[in-house]
């Protein structure tokens, strides 16, 4: 199984600076990562896929980038609405399913 | 619109089994490439991976829970159902549906989530 170790666990930042999240894979995946934020009470939602790609509607401050086994979430300058987990996320082929990290919380 | 919603009983007894349904619309999954999965998060900590299910009926689970899940889906009724066995308190979760497929292997779309506690 691939095991994806994500670092810090906990990034106390405030509004306006660079945030970036480390996603550490226990092996080459490729770009098949994926971002995610979940906020207090909600459902996780899709940011970043395929290491470095915007999904639909995310802000232009959000940028994922790495490939092979280090990846990074990088948010340029913190909204308030950006305190958040952020977890990452890979499929792989074999052992075939899908493996999320730990998380990451941003908090103010 | 892609919606999800997931559906099954609030509380379980242990060792009782439990039945989730995830019900979409705004896709088929007899599109070649689309899938449903199912996660689940304990409260306060991190997203678990369960079981997907494809277009070709092909099914995948979570190495250390393989014995006690079956998922199946109903392409007619846009539905995918979760089976867990032998249920147990460290269970106690909020399971979600997710879709995959439509970019690459991320989850674009999820359900809800529906909250599941283990308790007699």
């Known amino acids: 199984e691939i095991v994806l170790t994500q670092s810090p666990a906990t990034l106390s930042l405030s509004p306006g600076e660079r945030a970036t999240l480390s996603c550490r894979a226990s092996q080459d995946i490729s770009s098949y990562l994926a971002w995610y934020q979940q906020k207090p009470g909600q459902s996780p939602s899709l940011l970043i896929y395929?290491?470095?790609n915007r999904a639909t509607g995310i802000p232009a401050r959000f940028s994922g980038s790495g490939s092979g086994t280090d990846f990074a979430l990088t948010i340029s300058s913190l909204e308030p609405e950006d305190f958040a987990v952020y977890y990452c996320q890979q499929r792989s082929n074999w052992p075939p399913g899908i493996t999320f990290g730990q998380g990451t919380r941003l908090e103010i | 619109q892609v919606t999800l919603r997931e559906s099954g009983p609030a509380l379980v007894r242990p060792t009782q089994p439990l039945t989730l349904t995830c019900t979409f619309s705004?896709?088929?999954?007899?599109?070649?490439?689309?899938?449903v999965s199912w996660i689940r998060q304990p409260p306060g900590k991190a997203l678990e991976w369960l079981a997907l299910i494809d277009s070709h009926d092909d099914k995948y689970y979570s190495a250390s829970l393989r014995t006690r899940l079956t998922i199946s889906k109903d392409t007619s009724k846009n539905q995918v159902v979760l089976t867990m066995t032998n249920m147990d308190p460290v269970d106690t979760a909020t399971y979600y549906c997710?879709?995959?497929?439509?970019?690459?292997?991320?989850?674009?779309?999820w359900g809800q989530g529906t909250l599941v506690t283990v308790s007699s």
């Open positions: 997710a879709r995959l497929g439509a970019v690459g292997p991320a989850l674009d779309y």
């Open positions: 705004g896709f088929s999954l007899s599109t070649s490439g689309m899938s």
């Open positions: 395929d290491a470095s």
